[in-house]
């Protein structure tokens, strides 16, 4: 297995008394999948992201990479953030080429190249001389998306990336990381508290609930690539999951059809 997260558990240290993050976690990821991370505030969604990355090693238990235990970040992977980290004085393209300043071993040319050409699938060839600041939150966050991109990792970390941007913006970012996740065939971790999100998104949806932060369910997402939001199927899944919060009775979720 790609990822293997073998009874991972995460406490942290608050005011002497011992706080459990995460408990026991034990989830397998293949080489490109979508998966979501989905809970409520608090459940330990971005302690195990940051886990996974090697910000932030677990407590107790083990997680390995193509065979290989985190114990730091790594070159291979990369990590987007929800407020997409561009540094404001560097134009846009400046900024998706930071990916590659340590790359030495890559020609300057060649490096600004590749920053044009990942600049380009985000839609944003003609902002390269552009500030971040002159840019909306959509665009800042597909400036994210190319830099993470532009580093050709294998995996991608997503913590909440598009939590603050409006609903259309929003749905219409997550075609585009779908589509890039599908086209590259990259790895996807993404971490989300919306429902609706982590069904359009996932091949598989990770349902962790808090008090401790455990895992609770795995979900496979059974909708094919094309996904209607509106669909039957598409309300079934959420249904399941609400379930799983045990709050389907009070959002009495009709079927759409
Ligand atoms: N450095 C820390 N020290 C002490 N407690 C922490 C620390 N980091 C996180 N926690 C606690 O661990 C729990 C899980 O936090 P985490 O940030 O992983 O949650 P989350 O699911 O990402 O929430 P959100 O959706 O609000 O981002 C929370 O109760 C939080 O208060
Ligand atoms: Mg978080």
């Given at each position: 297995m790609y990822i293997k997260i073998s009874n991972?558990?995460?406490?942290?240290l608050d005011k002497g008394r011992e706080f459990t993050?995460?408990?026991e976690v034990n989830l397998e990821i293949a080489k490109g999948e979508f998966i979501c991370l989905l809970g409520p505030s608090g459940c330990g969604k971005s302690t195990l992201l940051n886990a996974i990355a090697g910000?932030?090693?677990p407590t107790r238990g083990e997680i390995l990479i193509d065979g290989v235990k985190v114990v730091k970040p790594s070159r291979r992977n990369v990590t987007?953030?929800?407020n997409y980290g561009l540094l404001p004085w560097r134009n846009v393209l400046r900024n998706v080429e930071l990916a590659l300043e340590s790359?030495?071993?890559i020609p300057a040319a060649e490096r600004r190249a590749r920053a044009q050409r990942y600049l380009d699938l985000v839609g944003l060839r003609d902002f390269a001389d552009r500030a971040p600041h002159q840019?909306?939150?959509g665009m800042q966050q597909r400036v994210a998306i190319a830099r993470a991109l532009c580093a050709e990792p294998e995996i991608i970390f997503m913590d909440e990336p598009l939590g603050a941007l409006d609903a259309l913006t929003r749905m219409k970012l997550q075609d585009d990381i779908r589509e890039l996740q599908r086209s590259q065939n990259k790895t996807v971790i993404f971490v989300t508290h919306d429902i609706e999100e982590a069904?359009?998104?996932a091949d598989r949806v990770v349902v962790m609930t808090p008090n401790p932060g455990k895992v609770s369910r795995i979900l496979p997402v059974e909708l094919g690539p094309g996904r209607d939001r509106a669909s039957q199927d598409f309300f079934r899944m959420k249904e399941k999951i609400l379930e799983v919060f045990n709050l389907r009775e009070k959002y009495n979720i009709e079927y759409a059809i």
């Open positions: 991972v558990s995460k406490t942290y993050a995460l408990s910000f932030d090693p987007i953030f929800q790359r030495r071993d840019l909306s939150g069904v359009y998104l």
